[in-house]
Each structure stands twice: as structure tokens, then as C-alpha cells.
């Protein structure tokens, strides 16, 4: 099992950006893939990013595709989420987790995610 904890929330103007950290602790980390999810307001929460064990295979909703970049650093216990071009539909609170993979592709649905973290606040303003 592993425990997953992000940081980097914020508040910035529209066109910026925000680096988001998932440090994440257990006996085998790099054992699990990793994703990001974000929650908006009164809305369900939804797919960001995924990553693989290794880092060999990235996955991204595509309302976000070619403006965030999701990477993960093993040695570190630690993924993250670059935002850059942001606008106020990316406002939300976002969510770090974790599932163990086989190998056999990428996760984007939360319940088959295993592991959560508390989440962090995005805001972007107009």
C-alpha cells in the first residue's frame, strides 16, 4: 500500500503557471501507476494525467493535453503535474492517486483508483 500527499496549490491569473507535487510513501511505490484528478465545483471529479510504473507510458484527458505534463521521479517517491496556459476552467481541487498496475495499461476512472490523497486547491482568475 503506499500514501500519497500533494502540494502546490495556489492562486494565479490566466496564462500562468503551477507545478504540482504527490510525494507518495510505502513499501513498494514504484510497484503502483500514478494519476491526477481534479474536482470543480459542483461538479464530479474527473481525469487528469496518468503515469506508469516506470514513466514509459503518459495518458491525458484532452482538456488538457499540450498544456499540462505529467512525470514522475521514483528515486524521489514523487510525481508531478506541470500547468502551464492556464485558464479558469482549470479552477479545482486536484487529487493525487495511486493503483497497482500489471502492466496492462492506464487507468482514467476513479473507482479504479486504490489510493487518495486530501487533494489541493487551483484557482485561476480571468
Known amino acids: 500500500q503506499v500514501q500519497v500527499v500533494e502540494s502546490g496549490g495556489g492562486l494565479v491569473q490566466a496564462g500562468g503557471s503551477l507545478r504540482l507535487s504527490c510525494a507518495a510513501s510505502g513499501r513498494t511505490v514504484s510497484s503502483y501507476a500514478m494519476g491526477w484528478f481534479r474536482q470543480a465545483p459542483g461538479k464530479e471529479r474527473e481525469f487528469v494525467a496518468a503515469i506508469s510504473r516506470s514513466a514509459s507510458t503518459v495518458y491525458y484527458a484532452d482538456s488538457v493535453k499540450g498544456r499540462f505534463t505529467i512525470s514522475r521521479d521514483n528515486a524521489k517517491n514523487t510525481m508531478y503535474l506541470q500547468m502551464?496556459?492556464?485558464?479558469?476552467?482549470?479552477?479545482?481541487?486536484?487529487?493525487?492517486?495511486?493503483?497497482?498496475?500489471?502492466?496492462?495499461?492506464?487507468?482514467?476512472?476513479?473507482?479504479?483508483?486504490?489510493?487518495?490523497?486530501?487533494?489541493?486547491?487551483?484557482t485561476v482568475s480571468s
Not at 487529487?95 to 497497482?100: D, M, P, R, T, V
Not at 498496475?101 to 486547491?121: C, I, K
Request: charged fraction near 15%; proline fraction near 3%.
Open 84 to 122: 502551464n496556459s492556464l485558464n479558469p476552467e482549470d479552477t479545482a481541487v486536484y487529487y493525487c492517486a495511486a493503483y497497482y498496475n500489471l502492466g496492462y495499461g492506464l487507468a482514467s476512472r476513479v473507482f479504479e483508483y486504490d489510493y487518495w490523497g486530501q487533494g489541493t486547491q487551483v
